[in-house]
């Protein structure tokens, strides 16, 4: 029984050395291996250029197509290249444009012709000029997404008119002529004769379309002009029938408007209430319809249809079908 016993002990110890020795084995085998695995990674990692104070130019078809100066560049082969304080130009060869453009801080995605440029940027083409906090423009679809203290001013192409606006995304395609600003839209209108007057507004989201000179706001619309103030659903206007016998702006969902006059009783508010709205620009007139409801001092106005005209103290009610209560002081 005791040699046995020794038997056992002589194969567990055996046993005990094998597996110690194929911890010993296996770790001399896979240090080489791993250190091979590295030196590979090592070898497949992108490679960088790093370079300061440079002139950058990105070449297509043997022409220039981005061309910047930066404090300093970091590029990684034909993928894409980071900048600071970059400042150039982007040639559009097929549409023989260029937009000039600058920021703090930029990446240029070469092979999918995109620029991301951050802080501080500004973008100025022959027709408007951009500026935003963040701003991404792919050059191939001719769209500029820009986020964060957004600025668009530029000239409609038809009516001539300036246009200025504020807020806090926006997304436009320059060369097609339009674009949709969201958040906080705040902006004006100035005519091209400036004693024409100049037409300030506010909104949720505003889209603009320079081809058909025709503006679009929703979500709490607030414009104002001269001396009144005209709050509404949503809205359009169109700039190109300032001076047309055209309706040169249309209001609609709960509009209201606050108008200060001079009358013979001294400067008294006219308040207007209607569904929908129609201005005629040249003609300083404004059609109300829908459950329309004019108030001056205690005189009431009601009506299916009625015309007000700016700085006159004169109501046109065009249906017989009326409500007309006025109170007017003795002479």
């Given at each position: 029984?005791?040699?046995i016993?020794?038997f056992?002990?002589i194969?567990?110890?055996?046993?005990?050395f094998?597996?110690?020795l194929?911890?010993v084995?296996i770790?001399?085998?896979?240090?080489?291996?791993?250190n091979?695995?590295n030196?590979?990674a090592k070898s497949?990692?992108?490679?960088?250029t790093e370079?300061?104070q440079?002139?950058?130019?990105?070449?297509k078809?043997?022409?220039?197509?981005?061309s910047?100066?930066?404090?300093?560049?970091?590029?990684q082969?034909e993928?894409?290249?980071?900048f600071?304080?970059?400042k150039?130009?982007?040639?559009?060869?097929?549409?023989?444009?260029?937009?000039?453009?600058e920021?703090l801080?930029g990446i240029y995605q070469?092979?999918?012709?995109?620029?991301v440029?951050?802080?501080?940027?500004?973008?100025?083409?022959?027709?408007s000029d951009?500026?935003a906090?963040?701003?991404?423009?792919?050059f191939?679809k001719?769209?500029?997404?820009g986020?964060?203290n957004?600025k668009?001013?530029?000239?409609?192409?038809?009516?001539?008119?300036?246009?200025?606006?504020?807020s806090d995304?926006?997304?436009?395609?320059?060369?097609?002529q339009v674009?949709r600003?969201?958040g906080?839209?705040q902006?004006?209108?100035e005519?091209?004769?400036k004693?024409?007057g100049k037409?300030?507004?506010a909104?949720?989201?505003?889209?603009?379309?320079g081809?058909?000179?025709?503006a679009?706001l929703?979500?709490?619309v607030?414009?104002?002009r001269?001396?009144y103030?005209?709050t509404a659903g949503?809205?359009?206007?169109?700039?190109?029938?300032y001076?047309?016998?055209?309706?040169y702006?249309v209001l609609?969902?709960?509009?209201k408007v606050l108008?200060?006059l001079?009358?013979?009783?001294?400067?008294?508010?006219?308040k207007?209430y209607?569904?929908?709205?129609e201005g005629f620009?040249?003609d300083?007139k404004?059609?109300?319809?829908?459950a329309?409801?004019v108030?001056?001092?205690k005189?009431?106005?009601?009506g299916?249809?009625?015309?007000?005209?700016?700085?006159?103290?004169l109501?046109?009610?065009?249906?017989?079908?009326s409500?007309?209560?006025?109170?007017r002081?003795?002479?």
């Amino acid at each position: 029984m005791m040699n046995i016993r020794d038997f056992k002990s002589i194969i567990i110890i055996f046993l005990y050395f094998v597996f110690n020795l194929a911890i010993v084995f296996i770790g001399l085998t896979t240090e080489p291996a791993k250190n091979e695995s590295n030196q590979l990674a090592k070898s497949l990692a992108p490679e960088f250029t790093e370079i300061s104070q440079l002139e950058y130019f990105h070449l297509k078809d043997s022409t220039p197509q981005m061309s910047l100066s930066a404090e300093h560049m970091k590029s990684q082969n034909e993928d894409f290249a980071e900048f600071t304080v970059p400042k150039g130009v982007y040639n559009y060869q097929e549409k023989n444009k260029l937009i000039q453009y600058e920021a703090l801080e930029g990446i240029y995605q070469k092979n999918r012709e995109i620029l991301v440029l951050s802080k501080n940027v500004k973008i100025h083409s022959e027709k408007s000029d951009y500026q935003a906090d963040h701003l991404k423009y792919y050059f191939k679809k001719d769209v500029i997404v820009g986020k964060g203290n957004v600025k668009f001013e530029g000239e409609d192409p038809k009516s001539k008119d300036f246009v200025s606006i504020k807020s806090d995304f926006m997304r436009a395609k320059p060369e097609a002529q339009v674009s949709r600003f969201k958040g906080n839209v705040q902006g004006s209108m100035e005519r091209k004769r400036k004693y024409e007057g100049k037409m300030t507004f506010a909104s949720s989201v505003f889209e603009f379309d320079g081809n058909k000179s025709l503006a679009n706001l929703t979500g709490g619309v607030h414009l104002k002009r001269d001396n009144y103030d005209i709050t509404a659903g949503k809205g359009d206007i169109y700039l190109e029938n300032y001076n047309k016998k055209l309706k040169y702006f249309v209001l609609n969902d709960d509009v209201k408007v606050l108008e200060k006059l001079e009358t013979k009783q001294g400067l008294q508010e006219r308040k207007a209430y209607a569904e929908r709205l129609e201005g005629f620009g040249s003609d300083q007139k404004m059609i109300l319809t829908g459950a329309p409801r004019v108030e001056m001092g205690k005189d009431i106005i009601k009506g299916y249809r009625i015309t007000i005209r700016e700085n006159i103290d004169l109501v046109e009610v065009d249906d017989a079908m009326s409500d007309v209560q006025v109170k007017r002081p003795k002479d």
